[in-house]
């Protein structure tokens, strides 16, 4: 079974301190996605990286894909209250045509004001 | 990024019956996918969603409990079966972006209370 182990699930941190989510396995993804999903809404897209290495940034939200694209971390700088959500990663495999993401187990951020 | 559209996007429901869900883009996409979420939790896929053919499950999720219909490419069904309070849970589709079918894109989903 091809799995995407997320850590930490929870987090509850204040408001202005920084945070780093982390997505790794033992397979290598030929791409990885962040999403954010807030109560009653479904997950939205933040960013799918693709690349060994890479980086992007969207706005205080800083994502990175390992050299080896068998781990990823997103991490926030200056938390705020709008932050709050479950963060999923997602990756999928290279070998398959099916469109399919296995998703890691997400976690849950609390900010609080 | 695709447009979705979720029916009903909430329902208590009776032990015992079926309740549709509609998922509705606003676009022709090749991949849509059902999943099922725990509050708080993980996606967990149940099937694709094949346009003229049967849908393709996953381990644990069978057509008579789950059946799919995807009559085109912008519109498909899943109907939970005989439900029992197991089955509360929030379902979701999702189809997959026309020039990446690596990226997905969420419909806003049902939330399903069986009492």
């Known amino acids: 079974t091809q799995l995407l182990e997320q850590s930490p699930q929870f987090l509850s941190i204040q408001e202005g301190e920084n945070l780093t989510v982390y997505c790794n396995s033992s397979?290598?993804?030929?791409?990885l996605q962040w999403y954010r999903q807030e109560p009653g809404e479904g997950p939205v897209l933040l960013v799918t990286?693709?690349?060994?290495?890479e980086v992007k940034k969207l706005k205080r939200l800083t994502f990175q894909f390992g050299d080896a694209r068998k781990d990823s971390s997103l991490h926030i700088t200056a938390a705020q209250p709008g932050d709050t959500g479950l963060y999923l990663c997602?990756?999928?495999?290279?070998?398959?045509?099916?469109?399919?993401?296995?998703f890691g187990q997400g976690t849950t951020l609390q900010v609080k004001p | 990024s695709a447009v979705i559209s979720q029916k009903p996007s909430r329902d208590i429901c009776q032990r015992g019956t079926s309740l549709t869900i509609q998922c509705q883009v606003d676009s022709q996409v090749t991949m849509m996918f059902w999943y099922r979420q725990q509050p708080g939790q993980s996606l967990t896929l149940i099937a694709t969603?094949?346009?003229?053919?049967?849908?393709?499950?996953e381990s644990g999720f069978v057509i008579d409990k789950f059946p799919i219909s995807r009559p085109n490419l912008t519109f498909s069904t899943l109907t939970v079966s005989n439900m029992s309070p197991e089955d509360s849970s929030i379902y979701l589709c999702?189809?997959?972006?026309?020039?990446?079918?690596?990226?997905?894109?969420f419909g806003p989903g049902t939330r399903l209370t069986v009492l």
């Open positions: 999702s189809v997959g972006a026309r020039l990446a079918i690596n990226t997905q894109y």
């Open positions: 990286v693709v690349t060994g290495g």
């Open positions: 397979s290598v993804f030929s791409s």
């Open positions: 969603a094949n346009q003229g053919s049967e849908a393709t499950y």
């Open positions: 997602a990756g999928h495999h290279g070998s398959s045509n099916t469109g399919k993401l296995i």
